[in-house]
């Protein structure tokens, strides 16, 4: 059962995900909502005893620069192909992490949709 804390990060991240084109969430094996495009993950969230996690894709140059920030850190087991986490986001870093993830989805999305994504935001 999901805390009400917790819950509230949820719909916040879904807000985000979901408002991107082609955006799906599913449960995955391990109990984690996953968000994918195309059949691709670009973030994944999950609860632990320290709370909410929220992960996402990145490239190595984001990844390095994103690290040194101290409420960043590699996501296990999937870190070394970039991705990123956060643990229980506060208020101030949802901006920050809404255009993260935008790039995340980026990164995952097939081109058609890259394009009509940059076409619609420039």
């Known amino acids: 059962m ?23 969430e599913i449960v995955d094996g391990f109990g984690h909502k996953t968000f994918k495009v195309n059949g691709k993950s670009f973030v994944i969230s999950g609860e632990s005893e320290k709370g909410f996690n929220v992960s996402f894709k990145s490239d190595r140059e984001s990844q390095e620069l994103l690290l040194q920030k101290e409420h960043f850190f590699k996501t296990p087991y999937i870190g070394h192909h970039g991705w990123v986490s956060i643990q229980n986001p506060a208020g101030e870093h949802w901006n920050e992490l809404a255009s993260l993830i935008q790039e995340a989805y980026l990164h995952a999305a097939p081109k058609r949709l890259v394009k009509q994504w940059m076409e619609s935001h420039n």
């Open 2 to 24: 999901i805390s009400q804390e917790n819950a509230g990060m949820l719909e916040t991240l879904r807000t985000i995900c979901l408002a991107l084109p082609e955006a799906v």
